[in-house]
Each structure stands twice: as structure tokens, then as C-alpha cells.
């Protein structure tokens, strides 16, 4: 019964029906939004030694060059991709300098939502901003973050003029996603589940396959 659960649960994040009807033969550009930590890696950047190299964070050098040959796809289709992430931005950008991946306007990654102190990891909010979202008393910072995350797609979508439905957001955090689809994020998805096995960048590679056939991008 547990499972079944889990599964309908699973499905209805990564149901893609929303998109399917969405998509017409004219070209529309959409904004593609990525957590980093355990979306696009297999571990967790906070974790892991660095004397393994860069690649064990993303399983493999073939891992990562999957990921960055679909990236480059979606980027010369015309489509954008940012990342969102809880982790301090400045490690974020460091890690992908290392294994060649260029952040900036015209780059590969257009620009990395995070943390911009190491506080922030823990308190994303000031108890100004805190009093602005209705947040005062919520201590709970995967909830507080959840929220974040949805400021930072709520600035993209401004910086990007594009309508919420055409952010493509993805987590691997449920409450993530969730917060995402609550705040009109429709076209979000829960990266790994539990019935498949599959988890953080192995689940986004067929993830990424699903969207890329959908969109019918030459590869
Ligand atoms: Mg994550």
C-alpha cells in the first residue's frame, strides 16, 4: 500500500501532461531551472572530499559529459538554464569552473541562485523579508528555503519576461517542488524516487531525455 502511495506520488510530480499541452509547433523559449545538490550531482557538494576529484560529485566524467552534451542541446535550441540552489552560490560556480562549465550571460549556465553568505544556508531570510512573505515563527529552514527557491524562480521569471508556466524547475526536494507548484510553478518535478532506484543526476539524465524528445531538440 506504502508503495503505491509512494508511486502515485512520484507520478503526479513528474507528470508531464501540463507540458505535453503546452507545446506548439511555434518556437516558445523556456527557462530551465535546476536545484544543484543531488539534481544535478549524485552527492552532496557539502559532503563530499575533494581530494576524489570533482567527478565522484557527479558519479563519473561520462556522468557529466551526458549532462553537459544535454545542456548545450537545450542552450543552442534557444532555451535558458539557470540554477536555483540552497547551497553557497560561490562554492556552486567554483565546482563548475573546475569541470568546465562556464557560468555568465552568454554562457552555458546563465546564472547560480544560492546562498550569497554561508548564513543564509541556514537563515535565507531576514526578519524583514520574513514579516513580508507571512513567514514569522517558521523555523524550519527546508520549508523557509522552499520558499526561497520560489523568490529566486519568482526573479527569473521577471529578469527573463516569461511566463511561470514556461519555467521548467527541478528538485529533489518534495517541499521544493511542491512550494514551487503552489506558488503557479505548474511545470516542476521531483528529481529521484523511491519505486525507481534512481536518484539525483541519474534520474534527471532520463528526466532531461523525456524533455529533449518531447521538445523534439536535436541531440
Ligand atoms: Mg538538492
Redo the contacts with the bound molecule.
Keep these: 500500500m506504502n508503495n503505491d502511495i509512494n508511486r502515485m506520488f512520484n507520478k503526479s510530480f513528474n507528470d508531464m501532461t501540463f507540458l505535453q499541452n503546452e507545446l506548439s509547433s511555434d518556437f516558445q523559449k523556456f527557462i530551465f531551472v535546476f536545484?544543484?545538490?543531488?539534481?544535478m550531482?549524485i552527492k552532496?557538494s557539502g559532503e563530499y572530499r575533494v581530494e576524489t576529484g570533482y567527478y565522484d560529485l557527479f558519479g563519473s566524467e561520462e556522468k557529466l559529459e551526458k549532462l553537459k552534451k544535454k545542456l548545450n542541446s537545450l542552450k543552442s535550441s534557444g532555451h535558458v538554464i539557470y540554477i536555483n540552489?540552497?547551497a553557497y552560490a560561490e562554492y556552486v560556480r567554483r565546482i563548475l569552473k573546475n569541470v568546465n562549465i562556464l557560468v555568465g550571460d552568454e554562457c552555458l549556465i546563465k546564472c547560480v541562485y544560492g546562498s550569497q553568505t554561508v548564513e543564509e544556508i541556514q537563515k535565507p531570510f531576514t526578519l524583514t523579508e520574513l514579516n513580508e512573505y507571512g513567514l514569522l515563527g517558521i523555523e524550519n529552514t527546508y520549508v523557509l528555503w522552499s520558499v526561497k527557491k520560489v523568490t529566486f524562480l519568482n526573479l527569473i521569471s521577471t529578469i527573463e519576461s516569461i511566463p511561470k508556466s514556461n519555467i521548467l524547475f527541478f528538485?529533489?526536494?518534495s517541499v521544493?517542488v511542491n512550494t514551487a507548484k503552489m506558488n503557479g510553478y505548474k511545470n516542476s518535478f521531483l528529481?529521484g524516487s523511491d519505486d525507481s532506484g534512481l536518484y539525483g543526476l541519474d534520474f534527471l539524465l532520463i528526466k532531461l531525455d523525456q524533455i529533449i524528445d518531447l521538445f523534439k531538440i536535436k541531440i
Design positions: 536545484d544543484f545538490d543531488l539534481t550531482t552532496n540552489t540552497r528538485d529533489d526536494l521544493n528529481i
